[in-house]
Structure formats: C-alpha cells, structure tokens
Nanobody, 125 residues
Framework: QVQLVESGGGSVQAGGSLRLSCAASGRSFDRYSMGWFRQAPGKEREFVAAISRSGGVTYYVDSVKGRFTISRDNAKNTVYLQMNSLEPEDTAVYYC??????????????????WGQGTQVTVSS
C-alpha cells in the first residue's frame, strides 16, 4: 500500500511557475515509477509526465515538453513537477500516481495502482 499526498498547487498568472510535490508513504518508494496526471473541468484525466524508478528515464506529453520537468528524490520519498511558462490551458487538478510494474514507465492511467487526492492549479491570463 502506498499513500500519496500532493502539495504546491495554487493560482498564478500566465507565464508564471509552480512546483508541485508528491510525498509518498508506505511501501518502498523506489519500487514505483511515478506519474503526474491532470483533469480540467469537463474533461477526462490526461497524462502529463512520468519518471522511472531510478529517475533516469522521463516522458512527457507534447503540450508540456520544454516547460515542465518531472524529478524525484528517493531518499525523501518525493516526486516533483516543476511547471514553468504556465498557460491558462494548464488549469486543472493535478494528481500524482504510482505504478508498481517492474519495467517501463507509462502514460496510461490503467497502469497506475495508487493515486493522490489532487492539488488545484489555476492559471489566469
């Protein structure tokens, strides 16, 4: 069992930055690849970024490439999402998730076993 708690959301103007954190407790954090997803009002949850168990491999949705960076600190059981050059289209509830499969990282929410409660990010124009 893994418990995930996100923090760092808030309201910013377009062009601003936020850093989301997701603290994990429970079973060994480094056994899980981690992902960030988001869900805007009236839309389905979508993949944002993922990182492998060691942190050596990352993957992003095209719309955030070059603006967002996912990272992790296994000693602190925490995964981060640094978001720069934010746009109003980035407004959503952001969720972190843990994928317990032994290989690979995934953009599919069906591969993720545990989810946090979400943190709101609002970007105004």
């Amino acid at each position: 069992q893994v418990q995930l708690v996100e923090s760092g959301g808030g309201s910013v103007q377009a062009g601003g930055s936020l850093r989301l954190s997701c603290a994990a407790s429970g079973r060994s954090f480094d056994r899980y690849s981690m992902g960030w997803f988001r869900q805007a009002p009236g839309k389905e949850r979508e993949f944002v970024a993922a990182i492998s168990r060691s942190g050596g491999v990352t993957y992003y949705v095209d719309s955030v490439k070059g603006r967002f960076t996912i990272s992790r600190d296994n000693a602190k059981n925490t995964v981060y999402l640094q978001m720069n050059s934010l746009e109003p289209e980035d407004t959503a509830v952001y969720y972190c998730a843990a994928d317990g499969r032994e290989v690979g990282i995934s953009a599919s929410n069906t591969h993720y076993d545990y989810w946090g409660q979400g943190t709101q990010v609002t970007v105004s124009s």
